[in-house]
């Protein structure tokens, strides 16, 4: 039997092989790494009214639990009476389910009466801890969307503090009632800047400047709080963009690699691309485990370097006693120079 020709056999390749070439789809392969701008975008913030003597703030308790033996919620009462205001309490502050102050559904009711009375016209939370996330979708924010007022707090209560900016509405990031477990006289700036900042006074501090400081000069939106519940909201309909934003980050009892972590999670996610300046509170870390090998700055160095916008270190704001009022949806600029930061918020 006669073998086909060469020519044959070649053919036949070249058919089998376009056949196979259009049977499926094919799509380009994009070699463009640049990462895309996601998030909350916002065209304007609604400041709520500045407190005026006689108002009603609410305390409620949106997370942990709150113990009345340490008196902290008497001593906060006590402070809004001096300042001239009127405290009130959510019905279920007292309540304890596990480590929350009470369920997911007393927790949320309390915040949503808060909301919807139009004689409150701040709500200071309580303490932070872990739960704030677990109401965040049990609550109908209309009634803040409508008639804005004054959430407060931090760590924990970062989660609604970045709801109320996806509404367009500022928040206080400042010392909450659990501040108040320990007297300190070195406290003072925390309640004086927490006081200036409700009743409506511009915030300016003049700071010694770190030597890992990046110099420059920057005016933008403060956005930002606490860093693990930034990186808990990646990818919600809560995540940030801080294109053009002044980011401000703390945190408090992390691990070195957990930091590393989440900063890498950030920066993946964009947030520290196209800043106008970058605001870096407290970030203590826990040294109970072998070396690290760098520390927090220089972490945060290593996402920044070379963006071209200033960068401040050491900050007084977050977990410390010293827990300066940061307005989160106001405008900040910033000016870093060798010896001295100016923050100013307006």
């Given at each position: 039997m006669q073998k086909p020709p060469?020519?044959?056999?070649?053919?036949?390749?070249?058919?089998?092989?376009?056949?196979?070439?259009?049977?499926?789809?094919?799509?380009?392969?994009?070699?463009?790494?640049?990462?895309?701008?996601?998030?909350?975008?916002?065209?304007?913030?609604?400041?709520?009214?500045?407190?005026?003597?006689?108002?009603?703030?609410?305390?409620?308790?949106?997370?942990?639990?709150?113990?009345?033996?340490?008196?902290?919620?008497?001593?906060?009462?006590?402070?809004?009476?001096?300042?001239?205001?009127?405290?009130?309490h959510g019905k279920n502050l007292?309540?304890?389910?596990?480590?929350?102050?009470?369920?997911?559904?007393?927790?949320?009711?309390?915040?949503?009466?808060?909301?919807?009375?139009?004689?409150?016209?701040?709500?200071?939370?309580?303490?932070?801890?872990?739960?704030?996330?677990?109401?965040?979708?049990?609550?109908?924010?209309?009634?803040?969307?409508?008639?804005?007022?004054?959430?407060?707090?931090?760590?924990?209560?970062?989660?609604?503090?970045?709801?109320?900016?996806?509404?367009?509405?500022?928040?206080?990031?400042?010392?909450?009632?659990?501040?108040?477990?320990?007297?300190?006289?070195?406290?003072?700036?925390?309640?004086?800047?927490?006081?200036?900042?409700?009743?409506?006074?511009?915030?300016?501090?003049?700071?010694?400047?770190?030597?890992?400081?990046?110099?420059?000069?920057?005016?933008?939106?403060?956005?930002?709080?606490?860093?693990?519940?930034?990186?808990?909201?990646?990818?919600?309909?809560?995540?940030?963009?801080?294109?053009?934003?002044?980011?401000?980050?703390?945190?408090?009892?992390?691990?070195?690699?957990?930091?590393?972590?989440?900063?890498?999670?950030?920066?993946?996610?964009?947030?520290?691309?196209?800043?106008?300046?970058?605001?870096?509170?407290?970030?203590?870390?826990?040294?109970?485990?072998?070396?690290?090998?760098?520390?927090?700055?220089?972490?945060?160095?290593?996402?920044?370097?070379?963006?071209?916008?200033?960068?401040?270190?050491?900050?007084?704001?977050?977990?410390?006693?010293?827990?300066y009022a940061v307005p989160i949806?106001?405008?900040?600029?910033?000016?870093?120079?060798?010896?001295?930061?100016?923050?100013?918020?307006?």
């Amino acid at each position: 039997m006669q073998k086909p020709p060469v020519t044959y056999w070649v053919i036949s390749i070249i058919l089998l092989f376009f056949t196979a070439c259009g049977s499926e789809k094919h799509y380009p392969v994009s070699q463009n790494l640049t990462r895309k701008t996601i998030g909350i975008k916002i065209d304007s913030i609604n400041v709520p009214p500045y407190l005026k003597k006689g108002d009603t703030v609410a305390i409620v308790a949106p997370a942990g639990y709150v113990s009345d033996e340490n008196h902290y919620i008497e001593r906060a009462d006590s402070l809004l009476k001096a300042w001239g205001l009127v405290p009130v309490h959510g019905k279920n502050l007292f309540a304890k389910h596990y480590q929350f102050a009470g369920t997911d559904e007393q927790r949320a009711a309390d915040l949503q009466r808060a909301l919807d009375d139009p004689s409150i016209k701040a709500i200071w939370a309580a303490r932070g801890g872990y739960g704030s996330v677990r109401i965040l979708d049990k609550i109908d924010w209309e009634s803040l969307k409508k008639h804005p007022k004054w959430l407060i707090g931090f760590s924990d209560i970062t989660v609604l503090s970045i709801k109320a900016y996806s509404l367009g509405i500022a928040s206080i990031h400042g010392i909450m009632p659990i501040s108040l477990t320990h007297p300190n006289p070195d406290r003072k700036p925390a309640i004086v800047t927490l006081k200036n900042l409700v009743f409506g006074r511009k915030l300016k501090f003049a700071i010694p400047s770190d030597s890992l400081n990046i110099p420059g000069t920057a005016e933008g939106t403060v956005v930002g709080g606490n860093l693990s519940l930034l990186v808990s909201l990646l990818g919600s309909d809560l995540q940030l963009d801080t294109t053009g934003k002044i980011l401000f980050l703390e945190d408090v009892g992390e691990y070195p690699y957990a930091y590393d972590r989440m900063l890498y999670a950030l920066a993946r996610a964009g947030y520290f691309d196209n800043l106008a300046g970058l605001i870096v509170g407290n970030m203590s870390i826990k040294t109970d485990n072998e070396p690290f090998g760098e520390t927090v700055e220089e972490m945060i160095l290593k996402h920044v370097k070379g963006k071209n916008y200033p960068v401040v270190f050491h900050f007084p704001a977050g977990h410390v006693v010293k827990n300066y009022a940061v307005p989160i949806g106001k405008t900040a600029k910033i000016t870093v120079k060798k010896k001295k930061t100016i923050v100013e918020f307006r």
